[in-house]
């Protein structure tokens, strides 16, 4: 991008975390020129998955790809529900056929493990949709919204550290812009980020609902009066909250080990369904409905008489 040619070193940004009382160092990132940590084997296969499960290794293309398939896994989950309620019409619910032919014992497994986990899988298929859409939506608030707002400012010079308001006031300011927020960070005049003459801080909720929706406050480093409070847009607002339902992130250890059951179940439909699609017999469409449990009416068999039944 054009305005990353001012900012060369942007991803080479060092952290550190002081006791606010004591100003004692607890804890800092590495540096950037620092010899990297050995990986390990654990550390090497998790990057892999992820990168598999977020991307395919392909970037915002392979975002989008992914995306693509949530839709439509989302989708074969609505056309199996229909489905299933006019093939259940004439079984009880969740029976197993065990005595007939092993393709019905398939579709009645894939058919009660399809329905146990609909729900999950409707919410964790949508949630991944959005997720996957993360990059042109922060895209899309940036050139809007983000850039409206500094556009005034973006002209002006950076004014020295002698001639910088007090940031412990530019915090009190934000705690005032943002009632109910806390500040979780602060960025300084000229940060590739934020604008070359206001403090940026950034708010979160405090409550664990809205404690992934950020609202940026714009405090007016050369003078520490308040500029503005920003709340993120509706999309992406939804897109925060959808990550704890993807994610299973949000109910510590236990969730995420049910998350990870719940996965196992439905991989067990996906091997069902390519079961039955491969086993698939060459016989006529009427055959097969019959072979899956349906029972047709008799005038749906008559073959159309040509010239009207003359």
């Known amino acids: 991008m054009e305005e990353d040619k001012n900012y060369p070193d942007r991803n080479s940004s060092h952290w550190i975390k002081f006791d606010a009382r004591t100003a004692k160092v607890l804890k800092q990132s590495r540096p950037v020129d620092a010899p990297k940590e050995p990986r390990t084997w654990t550390g090497i296969i998790m990057g892999i998955c992820n990168q598999l499960h977020v991307s395919l290794f392909a970037g915002l293309t392979g975002r989008l790809f992914l995306g693509g398939m949530g839709g439509i896994f989302v989708a074969s989950l609505v056309s199996g529900t229909v489905l299933y309620g006019r093939f ?67 002209n002006l010079p950076v004014p020295s550290q002698d001639h910088l ?59 520490g009066e308040l500029t503005g409070a920003y709340p993120m847009p509706w999309y992406l607002r939804f897109l925060e909250i959808s990550r704890p339902l993807h994610f299973g992130d949000y109910g510590g250890m236990p969730l995420r080990i049910l998350w990870a059951l719940l996965d196992v179940v439905v991989i067990g439909v996906l091997v069902s369904g390519l079961v039955l699609w491969a086993g698939k017999r060459k016989i006529t469409t009427d055959g097969r409905l019959r072979a899956l449990g349906y029972e047709l009416d008799r005038a ?10 003359r």
């Open 165 to 223: 308001s007090s940031v412990q006031a530019a915090f009190d300011t934000a705690a005032k812009a943002a009632p109910g927020n806390e500040v979780t960070g602060l960025s300084f005049p000229g940060s590739s980020f934020g604008s070359p003459v206001h403090y940026v801080l950034w708010t979160r909720g405090s409550t664990p609902l809205r404690a992934r929706l950020f609202t940026p406050v714009l405090v007016d480093a050369r003078t």
């Open 300 to 309: 749906d068999e008559m073959p159309a008489l040509a010239g009207g039944g």
């Open 88 to 154: 259940m019409k004439r079984l009880p619910f969740g029976s197993v056929r065990r005595d007939r032919a092993a393709r019905l014992t398939w579709l009645d497994l894939h058919n009660l493990l399809g329905m146990a986990t609909l729900m999950w899988a409707t919410v964790v298929g949508f949630t991944g949709l959005v997720n996957e859409l993360q990059t042109p939506l922060f895209g899309l608030w940036r050139i809007t919204d983000v850039r409206q707002t500094l556009k005034p400012y973006a």
